[in-house]
């Protein structure tokens, strides 16, 4: 009889109480689950869209169970509503994409070469779609380098910004950045350069450049670590550069709108503080080294491994071959291998690190001339060595031995 009148009462409150039934019946059955996970013998493999190819090779690096696809950030959206796709990653090129969209407005009328990175190509299109702006895309030669005449004939009374790479990802090329600058100043053109491949290398005076805004990438030629960077903007593009992003700053924090000053107005949320300390580092170590310096010692790798190059049959080098035309990156590729092949028997063979394809510059293949398989691109820095190259160059003349 008391144990009948227990369960009773115990039924009694689980009844009043919905709340202590759903644990009694949930808790056992997430707990289960979680420990299935656990103890299970099967790996779990997670679909993760990316929206870049260098985000794909960091993750892909790091765990190559998983799959990782390239795609648009409107694709993950349609795959997240049909459960297709389990986390989207993005790699925005920020500081080019706070600069653009912050000033172009509709109506207006942006020019840039034929050998921009998609950093450039992309947003500019995507506020053509937006906005109904007009772009025109200035021809450069087969080196890759623009004529300043050009540009010149392209200029509309309603141009409102000139944006363009300082030298080329793909051949290294450098364009008269002066002669533009100049041309801006006197027509009253906003003017954008993307250094990051010029940025540690190359000397670059932002006043005499005659530049509105400068941007950079951390993780190249200023030797920081990645996921940093940043621009330098002047007053006179500030004043009509609206911020991309909104939100906390830490200071105002009493007001309701954005900080209006610099570099609050530009700068929401956490900031990437290792990474601003590993810069800070690595600019040190460059203003201790000396810019020339280390300009010099590029130049002459570059220039010793495209003499070695040119001696040997079947390959071709895209771009500047002088020094003074180019940065220190050589493009090439081989009559009889394709360009993903000969990247990989450079990597897994004699361990040169390398990268082959289109390097996010489609317009740039197809002025130079290696569109749509694109280029091997072999990359020079401070920290290669005679020795490296000497070897560099033995390796590609054992390939061409191969593959006569």
Known sequence: MRINAVVCRVIRQFLRDKRTLALLIIAPMLVLTLMSFVFTDEDTTLNIGVENSNVKEILSSMDKDNKINIMSKKEAEQKFENKDLDAYISGDEKELNILLNGVIKSGDHIITPSMEHNSVIRPIYNLKNILNIDIDIVQANSLG????????NLIKPNTKLIVMTHASNVAGS???IKQIGDLCNELGIFFILDSAQSAGVLDINFKELSLSALAFTGHKSLLGPQGIGGFIIDDKLNEVCHPLILGGTGSLSHSLTQPDFLPDKFESGTLNIPGIIGLHEAIKFIKSEGLNTI????????SYLIAGILNIPNYTISGALDRKSATSCVSITHSKLDVSELSYILESDFNISNRSGLHCAPLAHKTIGTYPNGTVRLSLGYFNTLEEIKYTIDSLNKINSIYK
């Open 145 to 152: 380098i623009v004529d300043i005449n050009d540009i010149k």
């Open 174 to 176: 450098i364009q008269p």
């Open 295 to 302: 300009y010099e010692h590029n130049s002459y790798l570059r």
